[in-house]
T-cell receptor, first 114, second 113 residues
Framework: QQQVKQSPQSLIVQKGGIPIINCAYE??????FPWYQQFPGKGPALLIA?????SEKKEGRFTISFNKSAKQFSLHIMDSQPGDSATYFC?????????????FGTGTRLKVLA | SAVISQKPSRDICQRGTSLTIQCQVD?????MFWYRQQPGQSLTLIAT?????????ESGFVIDKFPISRPNLTFSTLTVSNMSPEDSSIYLC??????????FGEGSWLTVV
């Protein structure tokens, strides 16, 4: 199963809040899990990434939590700001049919209110 | 990191015509990919662009409709052939090593009328 399920589809938080975006997968062959941030009219930009041998990774206000046994990972945005309003995609890297490729989640549209 | 430039950034095309999108990376990358993204939707992989050989297409995408070239490690093109309104979308080029990180261009916004 090559799907990555992402939720929620959209999210609205107040400035300073901590939005949490969740992703789940079935295939244990996935071995790299990046998050991308996309602003309207722009291409996706890498935000933070994690490997399954690590349970948590922080970069600035962004934290990934990884639960290998549950096959779930999530993005937390600390002290969210209106400038964080964007669409966020989780992804998972898979070696399949002789090559690596990314499988993307369906995306979460985040709006941070001032 | 890698900086990826695409052109055109936006175009309006007539039904039945073809358009070639160019992708230039500022450094050599292991792999290059082409994605399609409907506004407000997720990214769908069209194909992996292989240097010096035929691209590897995902299910639902065929070479006759989306011919791809990759003559070297920093450049690739995607052609959308015999366009119909259903081909209106954002086409994204990406490059890197998916065992680690891939980077995206800004996208080419295509509208077919």
């Amino acid at each position: 199963q090559q799907q990555v399920k992402q939720s929620p589809q959209s999210l609205i938080v107040q400035k300073g809040g901590i939005p949490i975006i969740n992703c789940a997968y079935e295939n244990t062959a996935f071995d790299y899990f990046p998050w991308y941030q996309q602003f309207p009219g722009k291409g996706p930009a890498l935000l933070i990434a994690i490997r399954p041998d690590v349970s948590e990774k922080k970069e600035g206000r962004f934290t990934i939590s990884f639960n290998k046994s549950a096959k779930q990972f999530s993005l937390h945005i600390m002290d969210s700001q209106p400038g964080d309003s964007a669409t966020y995609f989780c992804a998972a890297s898979l070696y399949f049919s002789g090559t690596y490729k990314y499988i993307f989640g369906t995306g979460t549209r985040l709006k941070v209110l001032a | 990191s890698a900086v990826i430039s695409q052109k055109p950034s936006r175009d309006i095309c007539q039904r039945g015509t073809s358009l070639t999108i160019q992708c230039q990376v500022d450094s050599q990358v292991t792999m290059m990919f082409w994605y399609r993204q409907q506004p407000g939707q997720s990214l769908t992989l069209i194909a992996t662009a292989n240097q010096g050989s035929e691209a590897t297409y995902e299910s639902g995408f065929v070479i006759d409709k989306f011919p791809i070239s990759r003559p070297n490690l920093t450049f690739s093109t995607l052609t959308v052939s015999n366009m119909s309104p259903e081909d209106s979308s954002i086409y994204l080029c990406s490059g890197g090593d998916p065992r680690y990180t891939i980077y995206f261009g800004e996208g080419s916004w295509l509208t077919v009328v």
